[in-house]
């Protein structure tokens, strides 16, 4: 009989059911997206699988043969470009998308539940095509996110005008998506770095934030965020999106815990005012109920609006580390433009009397007639005063 009980646990235990088949595709669009995507699907390996793929989506056939061979290639516009790439050339990078636009909905063409874009806006192929491919995804009505780098300054204005104007076009066809200035680079480290390494820098960044992000997706918790979650976040279009990883020490004051996950170094778009915000902390099962609290806490101080989702999850490897995602959106506003006060010109003597001349018009005959009799009774008292004698007139008046 025993026998028998333990065989049926057994079973039980083979058949428990996998609760989280979310599956993600990340896209890199044109040559600096096709590179940070490379990066990351080596940093992110681990969710390398059936849940998450990468593919890099170029007009240059050279740059997607140097790439990985794990990641997914995708080439098009090659009777535009010969295979050749666009350079700088955005126009051409957008003609050749739209010429091939039937090829590009091949890459939406398997099943998955959420798409990230991931792009550097300001080259040729990556500008162009960005808008085309999301806009392909916004009529397919699928959820998606965007990540997106700008020039440095010194890159040039005119490489800088071509990557907002992209950005204005492709934001509106997106769910929510995140803005990383190149320029930030400069504040993730005072030391002498190479152009290359400068790069890498940043997508380490990034790829702290998605693997945190990725963990609290398929890692189970105590208490689980979902992608029904994440729908909530993302829901509507052009949000703002906010995407930060801290790891932190469990005896760190709460103000530098606070500054560390609060105030991304990489981000264009600050935490404060968001409406939707989740965040997951993964920690040892002996992290105290009032560091969560206090971790909450200041959350909701910068967000007193936000709908707040929170998740926990418990590894018995962190012992004395806290790691935190927090992932928030905001709805995108646009600047009213400042109404112009202009004063009122002071009315004029010759207007005055315009208006009671209008208004003497408008008067009835009657009135007219009854006020002439009224005049006429003014003018003859007047005239008696003058016939009386001049020592009486004073007394009379």
């Known amino acids: 009989m025993k026998k028998k009980i333990k065989e049926k646990k057994e079973k039980v235990k083979e058949v428990e059911p996998n609760l989280k088949k979310i599956r993600i595709r990340i896209v890199g669009i044109g040559g600096g997206g096709g590179n940070i995507v490379s990066e990351l699907s080596k940093r992110l390996k681990d969710f390398s699988s059936q849940k998450v793929d990468f593919v890099a989506v170029n007009t240059d056939s050279q740059a997607l043969n140097s790439l990985p061979k794990t ?54 192929t990556g500008t162009g095509a960005t808008p085309v491919l ?100 993302i829901e509507g279009k052009k949000n703002i999106a906010y995407l930060n990883f801290a790891k932190v020490k469990t005896n ?19 935490f404060e005012n968001a409406l939707n915000v989740m965040f997951n902390v993964e920690a ?21 609006n936000a709908k707040i989702i929170f998740g926990l999850s418990q590894n018995p490897k962190f012992k004395n580390d806290i790691r935190i995602t927090i992932f928030a959106t905001s709805e995108e506003v646009t600047e009213k433009p400042k109404k112009k006060v202009i004063a009122k010109p002071k009315p004029v003597i010759k207007k005055k009397v315009e208006e009671e001349k209008e208004v003497e018009v408008r008067r009835t005959a009657l009135d007219i007639k009854e006020a002439e009799k009224i005049k006429e009774r003014e003018e003859e008292d007047e005239e008696k005063i003058y016939e009386i004698p001049a020592f009486l007139r004073k007394n009379k008046k």
């Open 134 to 233: 999301t806009k392909i995804a916004g009529d397919m009505g699928l959820s998606t996110i965007g990540i997106f780098t700008t020039p440095f300054l010194f890159e040039g204005k005119k490489k800088m005008d071509a990557s907002l104007k992209a950005l204005d076009l492709i934001k509106e066809n997106l769910n929510a998506y995140m803005v990383l200035p190149n320029e930030k680079i400069f504040s993730l480290t005072k030391e002498e770095i190479s152009f290359t390494d400068s790069l890498s820098l940043l997508n380490g960044r990034l790829s702290e934030a998605l693997e945190g992000l990725l963990r609290t997706v398929y890692n189970p918790g105590l208490i689980n965020i979902d992608w029904a979650d994440i729908k909530t976040v």
């Open 252 to 270: 760190q004051n709460i103000e530098e815990i606070a500054k560390s996950l609060l105030k991304s170094q990489i981000l264009e778009y600050p």
């Open 284 to 304: 040892s099962k002996d992290l105290s109920l009032q560091m969560l609290s206090q971790i909450s806490e200041k959350i909701s101080e910068l967000s007193p």
């Open 71 to 124: 990641l997914k290639t995708f080439s098009f516009g090659n009777k535009l470009t010969k295979g050749l790439g666009t350079g700088r050339n955005f126009e051409l990078g957008e003609k050749a998308a739209k010429e091939d636009i039937e090829k590009m909905k091949e890459i939406f063409s398997e099943d998955r539940d959420l798409y990230i874009f991931i792009s550097s806006l300001g080259g040729g």
